[in-house]
């Protein structure tokens, strides 16, 4: 009864306002030709109804991005319900990999919503411009005062959450002169258990972590040097839906950029940037009771990289390259404690010193067929290589595979056309495209890694061959001064697709576990993602915008794809008046009815959540003051979604506040 109390109300509200002031959502996937910022920055999170929520609540604004939850902290990003294996993280086109064998520091851990300038979603092989991909990428840029006015400029940030104590502080600082600008930025969060609905508490949700970001360039004539650096440490984070927790995760990301724009000559600009990246993790069960048999967990990934990309204009043709590849190394271990101290302790490598090199070249040509029509052409070429470098873990694998190599070379292709036609206040596109993608690390490589989703041991397959993808796409836009709404819609089919299957010749490692199995090759899947927006201005003050998702995914034998979503939406209503803003929103999933059994996927119920929001802006002379407060799960309605590992429930009520003082 509550859940079409919350939908009739959401839908009444919706009747009687007929308002709606178009929201420009930054993180939707937006071909411009050119970006010109003017005067200072506007910070994304200063443009939320909640101001310092994570990246993750802000990621998954976007109709092609859900977030697999594993605990209270660090979600897991999915594009067109794909998950990190088949797709790209980077930050400002810094590929960074993930040093956990659980996935529990995805790339977006690392940035702050308070220093996000903007994330980029592409979709399928329109995300290839950093390297092989399959459901597309995600780009997180960081704010620079590159285009800000003249001198110093600062903020200062706190926020508390009364559900799960969430304690936020956080502060930066911007200088720009006529040729020098440098941006710093430092976040700490710290988090207690959190409360499901009805006020159950989720042991093992808490979190710690604090963030520190620095950038810094030097302009001179037309060109541009930039250093860059992340520093991100968590500490005692909770992981509720799986056995361990993290006592440690430290990531270090440095870069450095020279760019410039020539004044004549072939290109109109050209990026150059040469970057380093590591990251520790330790998981460990020591807080945990009644463990069967301790064991810590720690993983190290360490990548340097690089990428030169230049954009020309040839009479109709808009062209642009990327070279680019990395170096990485993955290596993870695992050590168990027998509960007899004269017992010695057993390890093996769950990772084996795994490194990974590649190297690329990215195409593109937009071609101005009219004043109406496009077409973009993209196409990619890389080698890939793979070794093995423990001789330990090399004969660990070669135990299930006796004539394995220790490295394995590969070449990727990619190759997509894009056409687009616009008219008045009509936009179309329809595209294709196919791609191809390497086995993970994990895929490829892991010894007895367990996976508490679906109870079993996992082995990786370094004879599996590369996974490949064909798309289909369509996009239909309508804009006018009051509407904005447009249905996309992408269709993949992926030969050679990469997923665990049983062995039952294998005895598994892990107490408990429900068997073992290896990651094979279907000889295909096909996966749906299809997204509805409708944004309605009703006058200067109100404004309604509401998003439908669904999508559809199976494997050869028929069977379901798991993290598969159902119909899910989202609504919402705002008022912004002056110095004032409220908004109520409305998001739910329906039921869900094509889960799978098969790969440890249980049905999902339908769910409705109301959110409620207000701020004011107080301004004095130069500073200003914004203060947001709201409530979330109005109604404290105990749920999880299909994303939630384990069916971990989310939050329940949860009222906050932000504040957010700028000179």
Same mark, same amino acid.
């Given at each position: 009864m509550k859940k079409q109390f919350i939908v009739s109300t959401m839908l009444l509200i919706s009747t009687i306002s007929w308002t709606q002031e178009q929201v420009k959502d930054s993180i939707l996937p937006v071909n411009l030709s050119e970006v010109i910022l003017i005067g200072k920055p506007t910070q994304v999170n200063q443009k939320q109804a909640k101001p310092l929520a994570s990246l993750e609540e802000y990621l998954q604004q976007s109709g092609r991005i859900d977030m697999i939850k594993r605990g209270g902290y660090a979600w897991e990003p999915m594009i067109n319900n794909m998950a990190t294996e088949r797709t790209i993280v980077t930050i400002d086109g810094m590929r960074i990999f993930s040093a956990c064998t659980d996935k529990m520091d995805p790339v977006t851990s690392y940035v702050e919503i308070s220093n996000l300038s903007e994330a980029t979603i592409s979709s399928g092989q329109e995300g290839s411009c950093h390297g092989p991909t399959i459901g597309g990428s995600l780009d997180l840029k960081r704010l620079r005062s590159t285009y800000s006015e003249l001198g110093w400029s600062g903020s200062l940030s706190s926020g508390f959450e009364f559900n799960n104590k969430q304690r936020i502080i956080g502060g930066m600082v911007h200088f720009k002169d006529s040729s020098f600008y440098a941006d710093a930025n430092v976040t700490y969060r710290k988090a207690d258990n959190y409360k499901a609905g009805n006020s159950q508490e989720i042991k093992y949700s808490q979190f710690q972590k604090w963030n520190a970001s620095v950038i810094s360039g030097y302009q001179f004539q037309n060109k541009l040097i930039e250093g860059s650096v992340i520093f991100d440490e968590a500490n005692d984070v909770g992981y509720p839906a799986l056995p361990m927790d993290i006592s440690l995760a430290r990531a270090l990301i440095t870069s450095f950029k020279y760019e410039v724009a020539p004044k004549s000559g072939l290109l109109n600009h050209? &990026?150059?940037?040469?970057?380093? /990246?590591?990251?520790?993790?330790? @998981?460990?069960?020591?807080k945990r009771p009644n463990v069967p048999i301790r064991m810590d967990m720690p993983g190290w990934s360490d990548t340097y990289g690089y990428y030169s990309k230049g954009k020309t204009k040839k009479d109709k043709h808009h062209l642009l390259f990327n070279v680019n590849g990395f170096y990485n190394r993955s290596i993870a271990e695992m050590t168990m404690y027998p509960s007899d101290p004269d017992e010695n302790a057993m390890f093996m490598y769950t990772w084996p010193d795994v490194r990974t090199l590649y190297n690329g070249l990215y195409l593109e040509d937009e071609i101005e067929l009219s004043c109406h029509n496009s077409l973009k052409i993209n196409g990619s070429f890389g080698f890939h290589q793979n070794k093995v470098a423990n001789e330990f873990g090399l004969e660990s694998l070669q135990i299930f595979y006796p004539e394995m190599a220790d490295q394995q070379n590969r070449f990727l292709k990619s190759i997509s056309l894009q056409y687009k036609h616009q008219v008045k206040d009509w936009f179309f596109s329809v595209g294709s495209g196919y791609g191809e993608r390497a086995p993970s690390v994990t895929e490829g490589y892991a010894f007895y890694i367990f996976n508490s989703f679906d109870l079993f041991d996992y082995i990786g397959n370094p004879n599996l061959s590369n996974e490949k993808s064909v798309e289909g796409n369509f996009d239909i836009r309508y804009k006018t001064e009051k509407i904005k709404t447009g249905i996309t819609f992408s269709a993949f089919y992926l030969p050679d697709y990469i997923i665990g299957i049983p062995d039952d010749n294998l005895i598994p490692m892990t107490i408990g576990a429900s068997g073992v199995k290896i990651y094979e090759q279907l000889s295909f899947a096909n996966l749906i993602h299809s997204s509805f927006q409708f944004d309605y201005r009703f006058n200067d003050y109100y404004s309604w915008n509401t998003k439908l998702q669904y999508s559809y995914g199976k494997d050869a034998e028929k069977r379901n794809l798991p993290f598969i979503s159902p119909l899910q939406y989202q609504s919402q209503i705002q008022y912004k008046k002056n110095r004032f803003q409220t908004e109520l929103n409305?998001?739910?999933?329906? #039921?869900?009815?094509?889960?799978? !059994?098969?790969?440890? &996927?249980?049905? #999902? !119920?339908d769910y409705a959540i109301l959110n409620l929001s207000v701020g004011y802006t107080f301004k004095w002379y130069s500073q200003k003051l914004l203060v947001n407060a709201g409530?979330? /799960?109005?109604?404290?309605?105990?749920?999880?979604?299909? #994303?939630?590992?384990?069916?971990? !429930?989310? @939050?329940?009520?949860?009222?906050?506040? /932000?504040?957010?003082?700028?000179?």
């Open positions: 050209w &990026e150059n940037k040469l970057y380093y /990246n590591t990251i520790t993790h330790f @998981m460990d069960d020591s409305v998001f739910g999933n329906a #039921t869900q009815t094509n889960y799978s !059994p098969f790969y440890g &996927e249980n049905r #999902t !119920p409530v979330e /799960n109005l109604f404290d309605t105990y749920y999880s979604t299909f #994303t939630d590992w384990n069916n971990i !429930p989310r @939050m329940g009520r949860n009222i906050y506040i /932000n504040l957010n003082f700028s000179l």
